[in-house]
C-alpha cells in the first residue's frame, strides 16, 4: 500500500420551510473516512529471519466511460392495400372471308393484398471504454536469516478518521402555539446543525479536538515513564549485583534464619506446623517480619539469582531490544443548548508512549555474554538507611542504575512512537426552548466520529533518563510495604 491520503467526503444538507414564507435550505460536506500516511517503508525482523514489505503494483480492468450511440433500423410503419382487379386475354378472331382480328376477354380476377410501408429510426446502443487503474499490494518477502537483526525504524506519521451517523435522516416540525396553521418543517439528512426558516437554530458543528499527540505537557511525563520502564526491562535482564554486594550480609542472616526455622518446624511434625501457623496468625509483628525478609530478602535474591544463571548459560547473543511503555486515558463530557435543540457530548482520550532501543556489542566484543555489572553509585544509595523509602517518592535508585545501563555496548537505533486515540458521540435532541411559543417534534440524531494517530520519530545517541520527579507514593504495593514496617514498629 503506498503512502498516501485518501479522503471519501458525503453531501448533507437540511431543507426548511415555512407556510407563507421563504424556503431555508444549507449544505456541508462531511468526511466519512480519511487515511493519511507518510513516512519510508522499513525492514522488520523476527526469530532471526527477516521480512522485507515491498509495494507491488497490480493493474485492473475498469470501465472508465458508458458512450450511447444511435443506428438506423429499417420498420414497417404501414400497409397499403391493393384491390382486386380483372385479368384480359387477348385472343385472334378468324372468320372466314374476314381478316383475322384481335379480341380481348376477361379471364378472371386478381386477390386483393397489403403492401407494407417501410419508416426508418434511430435505436440507441451502449458502448463501454474501458481503461487500466495500476494500484499497490503489500508483498512480504523473506530474506536469508542474519546474525544482527537489520531492523531500520522510519519515520512514519498516520492519521485515520472514521466518522458515523451523517447516512441517516431525520423531519423536525415546529406548530406556533398562537396560530396552528403556522408550521414549519425542516428535512434533516445527515446535516449536524441548521436553522429552521429563520425561525431559530438547531445542532452545532462537531468535529476532534485533536491537541495531545504533540502537547509537551501531557508528552512528558509518559515519555518519562516510558523511559524508566524500557531501563527496568534491560535492567530486569541483568542481575542486580550491586544489591546483592550490599545485602550480603543480612541476606546471609535472613536465609539462614529461614532455613533453620523450616526446618525445625519440619521435624518436629504436623503438630508443630499447626502450632507455628496459629503463632504466626495472632502475632501481627511476625506476619511483618515474615513478609518483609521475604519481599526484601529472598525474593530479591532468588530473582537476581536466576537471571545471573541465565546470563552465564545463555548462549552468545550479538544484540538485544529493550521498549517501555505509557499510557493515560482519560474522558470528558459536556453538554449545551441553542433555540430548538440540546445535545449531550462525551469524547475519551488515549495516548500512549513508547521507547524502544537495540543494542549491539562493540567491534572488539561483538557478542555480548555477560551483561551482569556492578553500579557504584547504585550500590553506594543501596548503602544509605532507608533509602528504599525515598525511592517510594522519587525514582532515584532506578536513575542512578540506569547511568551505566548502555555501556560497552552500541546503541544500534532508538526511536520513540506515539499512539492517539480519540472517540467522540454527540446526541442532539430536537425539543422546544423554554421562552418560545412553538411547539417542537422530531427524532434524536446520534454522530460518532474515532481518530487514530501514530507518530514515530527516530532519536539519535544513547537514551537517557531525565532526573526523577516525585511519583505517586501510593501504589497496592508501597502501601503494603508501608503497613508491615508501621506493624514492625510498634510496641506490643
Known sequence: MPYTSETK???????????????????????????????????????????????????????????????????????????????FKTFILRRPGLPATKVSRQIGITKERRKPIYGYIAQPRRRKIWSIKTY??????????????????HYLNFRSEIRSGHETSN????????????????????????????????????????????????????????????????????ANLANAVVEYQGLKATIAQWAISTLQILIQGKKAVTKALTDLASDPQKISSAYLGYVYGVS????????????????????????????????LESSGSNEFSSWTIKRTFKITVKNQVMITGTQKAPIIQNHAQTNNLAAGWEFIPFSFVADWFI??????ESLDLFEGVTVKNWHESRLYTETYEITVTHKSAPWSNWEVSGGTQVFRGVLNRFKREIQHGTPVLPLPKF??????????????????????
Open 300 to 331: 530479591p535474591l532468588i530473582s537476581d539469582t536466576n537471571k545471573l544463571i541465565g546470563e552465564i548459560c545463555e548462549p552468545g547473543r550479538t544484540w538485544r531490544r529493550y521498549s517501555g511503555r505509557a499510557s493515560n486515558k482519560w474522558t
Open 471 to 492: 511519583k505517586n507514593p501510593f501504589s497496592k504495593a508501597h502501601t503494603v510495604n508501608s503497613l508491615m514496617l508501621l506493624i514492625q514498629q510498634l510496641k506490643r
Open 136 to 153: 499497490f499490494v503489500s508483498k512480504k518477502i523473506t530474506l536469508p536469516p542474519v546474525s544482527l537483526p537489520d531492523l531500520t525504524p
Open 395 to 400: 525514582p532515584i535508585g532506578s536513575w542512578l
Open 171 to 238: 423531519t423536525v416540525t415546529l406548530v406556533n402555539k398562537n396560530n396552528p396553521l403556522d408550521r414549519v418543517v425542516t428535512v434533516i439528512n445527515g446535516a449536524t446543525n441548521g436553522f429552521h426558516a429563520g425561525v431559530g437554530s438547531w445542532g452545532l458543528s462537531i468535529g476532534f479536538q485533536d491537541n495531545v499527540l504533540d502537547d509537551w505537557a501531557t508528552i512528558e511525563p509518559l515519555r518519562s515513564q516510558s523511559l524508566y520502564r524500557m531501563s527496568s526491562s534491560a535492567r530486569n535482564n541483568i
Open 9 to 87: 467526503n458525503i453531501p448533507c444538507y437540511w431543507y426548511s420551510s415555512r407556510n407563507g414564507g421563504t424556503s431555508w435550505t444549507g449544505t456541508q460536506y462531511n468526511t466519512i473516512t480519511l487515511l493519511s500516511r507518510n513516512g519510508a517503508n522499513g525492514i522488520f525482523t523476527r526469530d532471526g529471519v527477516s521480512y522485507l514489505y515491498i509495494k507491488v503494483p497490480k493493474n485492473r480492468r475498469y470501465v472508465k466511460e458508458v458512450i450511447t450511440y444511435y443506428v438506423k433500423k429499417r420498420i414497417i410503419v404501414g400497409y397499403r392495400v391493393i384491390k382486386a382487379r380483372p385479368i
